[in-house]
Structures are given as structure tokens and as C-alpha cells.
């Protein structure tokens, strides 16, 4: 059974900081990874999208790797501002247009 | 771009009552899913519908239904509403063409207050 683990629960950094929010997962047959945004009380927003045979993606300040070997992927944020404060959740696809299994998130606070 | 509309956006029900929530996927995307988010907690996975026929079942409720349309609109059905069906409801859209695994879209929600 596919268990996805975000590491830490939350995290707290100033301003400026590059910070790393870490997932697991425990079956490495995954067709992709992806993480996601959400502000309190809204919907999920796209940010990465790992295909099972890359190993990263970059869009602005944010970097996300993938090792299917490990079970590991990571969301490096460059340069943290406040505005990056919110939860991260990565979630893993197990197979084509099956579901998609979340981790419990990672709540993030950039202090001014 | 056209985004996932979900509606209603809000939806307040009493104990036993039954309510629907409708989800319009992205224009071209042929798979739909459904997922529940409590407070403080990770979104559950419910259902989902491939190319309008049921692709996996995850912690659906015996008294929840849903169905995707012709047109790839999906519905869920709630029936006999308990005071612990109060959640954040999410559709998400993606397209799966052959082996290639879409990326996931999801609406703004549909919060469901039961008194």
C-alpha cells in the first residue's frame, strides 16, 4: 500500500531564507509526483510536476527533484517571501487515471 | 485559461438531507476526480471517472454516488447526510492519453456544512 510522508509538519523561517520541504513515498511505481499549494480554505494549486522519468523541474524560485530509487522527492523554495506562506502537499500517481494519494503536507510561514 | 468550475461553492444541509455537487473539468480533459478535505487534514480520495466510466474507488460512503456525463461534467450525490459529511469537497481534472500521466487541476471547492 502506497504511503506518502511530508517532513516537516511545519516550518517556520525569515524572510529571504531558501528552504527545503521534503516528501517520501513507499512504493516507488509511481507514474508521477506533483506538488501543490493550498491557502487556508481554498483549492489545490499546481506547482511541479514530476514525470517517473525525470528527476527534476524548475518554474521560477522553486526546484523540485525526484528519486524513484529512495522513494524521495524535495521542493527547494530560492529566496522565501511571505507570500510563499502555506501548506505544500505532494501528492504521487500510482497509475493512469487511478488516484492520486497526498501526503499530510507541509505548513509553511515566511516571517517579514 | 478555462479552469475546473465546481459548484455550489457553498452548501449548508441538515442532518438526512441529500445534496449534489457538479464538476465541469477543463475543456479536453478525460478524467475527473472527486475528494473530500476535513479540517486540518489531507484531501481523501472518493472516486474517479475515466473517459465517463468509473476508473478507482477509494473512501466512498455507501450513501455517496457520482457519475461523469456525456458532456464530462461529473456529479456526486450525497444522501442521508451526517453532521461528519461537513468537508471541503474538490474536483480535479487531468488528461491521460495513453501512457502519459496528466497533471492534476483542481476547482476552488465545495464546502458542505451539515447542521
Same mark, same amino acid.
Given at each position: 500500500?502506497?504511503?506518502?510522508?511530508?517532513?516537516?509538519?511545519?516550518?517556520?523561517?525569515?524572510?529571504?531564507?531558501?528552504?527545503?520541504?521534503?516528501?517520501?513515498?513507499?512504493?516507488?511505481?509511481?507514474?508521477?509526483?506533483?506538488?501543490?499549494?493550498q491557502d487556508p480554505g481554498k483549492g489545490?494549486? $499546481?506547482? =511541479?510536476? #514530476?514525470?517517473? /522519468? +525525470?528527476?527534476?523541474?524548475?518554474?521560477?524560485? !522553486?526546484? *523540485?527533484? &525526484?528519486?524513484? @530509487?529512495?522513494?524521495? $522527492?524535495? =521542493?527547494? #523554495?530560492?529566496? /522565501? +517571501?511571505?507570500?510563499?506562506?502555506?501548506?505544500? !502537499?505532494? *501528492?504521487? &500517481?500510482?497509475? @493512469?487515471?487511478?488516484?492520486?494519494?497526498?501526503?499530510?503536507?507541509?505548513?509553511?510561514?515566511?516571517?517579514? | 485559461?478555462?479552469?475546473?468550475?465546481q459548484s455550489p461553492r457553498h452548501l449548508i444541509k441538515e442532518k438526512r438531507e441529500t445534496a449534489t455537487l457538479k464538476c465541469?473539468?477543463?475543456?479536453?480533459?478525460?478524467?475527473?476526480?472527486w475528494y473530500q478535505q476535513g479540517p486540518g487534514q489531507?484531501p481523501q480520495?472518493l472516486?474517479?471517472?475515466?473517459?465517463?466510466?468509473?476508473?478507482?474507488?477509494?473512501?466512498i460512503p455507501?450513501r455517496f454516488?457520482?457519475?461523469?456525463?456525456?458532456?464530462?461534467?461529473?456529479e456526486l450525490n450525497m444522501s442521508s447526510l451526517e453532521l461528519g459529511d461537513s468537508a471541503l469537497y474538490f474536483c480535479?481534472?487531468?488528461?491521460?492519453?495513453?501512457?502519459?500521466?496528466?497533471?492534476?487541476?483542481?476547482g476552488e471547492g465545495s464546502r458542505l456544512t451539515v447542521l
Open positions: 500500500k502506497q504511503e506518502v510522508t511530508q517532513i516537516p509538519a511545519a516550518l517556520s523561517v525569515p524572510e529571504g531564507e531558501n528552504l527545503v520541504l521534503n516528501c517520501s513515498f513507499t512504493d516507488s511505481a509511481i507514474y508521477n509526483l506533483q506538488w501543490f499549494r489545490l494549486t $499546481s506547482l =511541479l510536476l #514530476i514525470q517517473s /522519468s +525525470q528527476r527534476e523541474q524548475t518554474s521560477g524560485r !522553486l526546484n *523540485a527533484s &525526484l528519486d524513484k @530509487s529512495s522513494g524521495r $522527492s524535495t =521542493l527547494y #523554495i530560492a529566496a /522565501s +517571501q511571505p507570500g510563499d506562506s502555506a501548506t505544500y !502537499l505532494c *501528492a504521487v &500517481l500510482i497509475s @493512469s487515471a487511478s488516484k492520486i494519494i497526498f501526503g499530510s503536507g507541509t505548513r509553511l510561514s515566511i516571517r517579514p | 485559461a478555462a479552469g475546473v468550475i465541469y473539468p477543463i475543456p479536453r480533459h478525460d478524467t475527473v476526480y489531507d480520495f472516486i474517479s471517472f475515466y473517459e465517463k466510466m468509473q476508473s478507482d474507488k477509494g473512501s455507501d454516488s457520482a457519475q461523469q456525463f456525456s458532456d464530462y461534467h461529473s480535479a481534472s487531468s488528461l491521460n492519453s495513453g501512457r502519459a500521466a496528466g497533471e492534476l487541476f483542481f
